[in-house]
């Protein structure tokens, strides 16, 4: 045989009409996809991601940490999942804790305190988490144990649950995306400027901010994007400062403030899939064949 000659049957011209075999293939999940795109999103903007790998947390980050009551609702196993084994877990910041026990129930930081008889008990039950803002509150007391402050901007992408009725947009699980900037002499105006923002990225370019109350910021905004297709505000998400009485506590410098917001990722991409029903894009009742033909995030197609 020589070189560049073949010695073989002959060969049949290759048919570049001819269809393959179809061969089984993965997709990510629609949620998979805007979660990769928002975290982009937040990367470029200058935020650094936390660590969230920890679904079961204790009551005392998940509510005590945040200077949120034990008697607060939210807490009620009407609305938390709490574990039965085990019982309760280990507050291995001795210091701070006393410290939040004394805020909680004395006053303290030029706060009252909420004025009860704070229990270490129901500080040690642990649950699943009921929002990523556990996770946010642990990194604000690992940025306090600096010897020097320096100031971060922080995100998270994951699962939280609660213990919520399953209808067409409720689920007990869900996914939560939240952003937070600690640093000197922060606004209001700074918090809405970086929600406008980030909401712009994702294609709401109108929101508006209303008035709200939650136990660990204040002032607190729910934020509101217009829907041309509806016509109307709708809310898509949650924002404050947080308190003097959760931040001091954890030895952050009194003149640090921590501007922080919320939103779920199901209800963007139930707009971008079209979807109308909670439980048909994430759980048993997925459709694959929609997951295998949903493509692309484009933002700037999206209505709210």
Not at 138 to 156: D, G, H, I, V
Not at 168 to 173: G, K, M, R, V
Not at 255 to 267: H, K, P, S
């Amino acid at each position: 045989m020589k070189m560049g000659t073949w010695n073989g049957p002959p060969l049949k011209p290759y048919n570049f009409d001819a269809k393959g075999i179809n061969m089984a293939n993965g997709a990510l999940h629609p949620l998979m996809k805007m979660r990769n795109e928002m975290r982009k999103i937040l990367l470029e903007m200058g935020f650094e991601e936390m660590p969230t790998n920890n679904f079961v947390e204790s009551s005392f980050w998940n509510f005590d940490s945040l200077f949120q009551p034990q008697q607060h609702p939210a807490r009620d196993a009407h609305d938390t999942f709490f574990l039965k084994k085990p019982a309760s877990s280990t507050i291995e910041v001795t210091d701070y804790m006393n410290l939040v026990k004394k805020t909680h129930s004395e006053g303290g930081f030029g706060s009252i305190g909420w004025r009860y008889d704070w229990k270490q008990s129901e500080a040690e039950k642990p649950l699943l988490r009921t929002h990523t803002t556990a996770i946010s509150s642990r990194m604000l007391y690992q940025l306090a144990q600096q010897k020097q402050f320096r100031p971060m901007k922080y995100f998270s992408i994951d699962r939280v649950f609660r213990n919520e009725a399953i209808d067409a947009t409720h689920l007990a699980e869900f996914h939560q995306v939240e952003g937070l900037i600690a640093d000197y002499g922060l606004t209001l105006g700074h918090l809405i400027g970086v929600i406008s923002q980030f909401f712009q990225k994702i294609g709401i370019q109108r929101v508006s901010f209303k008035p709200a109350y939650n136990p660990y910021t204040e002032p607190s905004m729910e934020i509101f994007g217009w829907s041309e297709e509806r016509q109307k505000w709708i809310e898509v998400g949650n924002s404050g400062v947080f308190r003097p009485e959760m931040l001091l506590p954890m030895g952050l410098p009194p003149n640090v403030q921590v501007i922080a917001w919320g939103l779920g990722l199901e209800r963007p991409c139930m707009i971008a899939t079209k979807c109308k029903d909670i439980r048909e894009l994430f759980g048993p009742k997925v459709d694959i064949n929609m997951v295998q033909n949903f493509r692309f995030v484009r933002y700037d197609k999206l209505k709210p």
